[in-house]
């Protein structure tokens, strides 16, 4: 566990670890591309600052002042508007989860690549068939279509998406998270509940990966996108 890039997430939990050795699975595929001077936009807590260390120079956190997680950017930024930093400043810009916050994604893209050296890369990571969460601030889902459109508009090249995910694993995070809101409570029938529903929502993930595994792939039935583009 402790050699996972996701050690260090504050959102791991046992109803939802899939989601995170999928990420992963994708982050480590992709470690060629951190160097240099890398910046985390929309940094959150930083989970992965120790791991993407291994391979960059320097590590830059950017998260605006109104994060719902604790504070630890290195530079505070509205990630929705014009960025305060220098042009050509990054040799690599991840971004995880982020995406979906912001109501001007457009410019975030524009900026991102502003920022960006040439020939870098950004790698990023947006939820497709995921639930509302941290709202207000949850404003869109993005097809694979949309994705490479937004970020051919920014300038990038060599644009590649991925699915993270495919039926099976996406359809049991989502059973999942519908079962875990009906665990609380201290009633003797929720205990009993709790008993019963723990176990099948932490292994029926193992399940979930078994079938997707066997299960012809699909683009459209997916928890989420993983895009690699170059300056």
């Known amino acids: 566990m402790e050699n996972k890039p996701s050690f260090y997430h504050n959102n791991r939990r046992f109803y939802n670890w899939v989601v995170y050795d999928v990420a992963d699975e994708f982050i480590t595929k992709y470690s060629n591309h951190y160097q240099g001077v890398l910046y985390d936009l929309g940094c959150g807590t930083k989970p992965y600052e120790e791991y993407f260390k291994q391979f960059c120079n320097s590590y830059v956190g950017v998260d605006w002042s109104n994060t719902l997680h604790d504070l630890k950017a290195d530079i505070v930024v509205d990630l929705n508007k014009v960025f305060p930093i220098d042009d050509e400043v990054a040799d690599t810009l991840v971004s995880f989860s982020v995406m979906e916050h912001l109501c001007e994604p457009q410019l975030f893209l524009n900026e991102s690549y502003r920022i960006l050296k040439k020939d870098g890369v950004f790698v990023l990571q947006v939820p497709f068939m995921w639930h509302v969460h941290e709202e ?46 009906v665990l609380p409570g201290n009633s003797l029938k929720k205990k009993l509940l709790r008993s019963v529903l723990k176990p099948f929502v932490k292994y029926n993930q193992k399940l979930a990966v078994y079938l997707d595994r066997r299960w012809p792939k699909t683009d459209k039935e997916t928890q989420g996108y993983w895009v690699v583009a170059k300056k």
């Open 136 to 181: 207000p601030f949850d404003f869109y889902r993005y097809t694979i279509y949309g994705l490479k459109y937004m970020f051919e508009k920014a300038g990038y090249t060599n644009i590649e998406v991925e699915a993270s995910t495919g039926f099976w694993v996406n359809w049991f995070l989502k059973l999942n998270y519908q079962l875990i809101r």
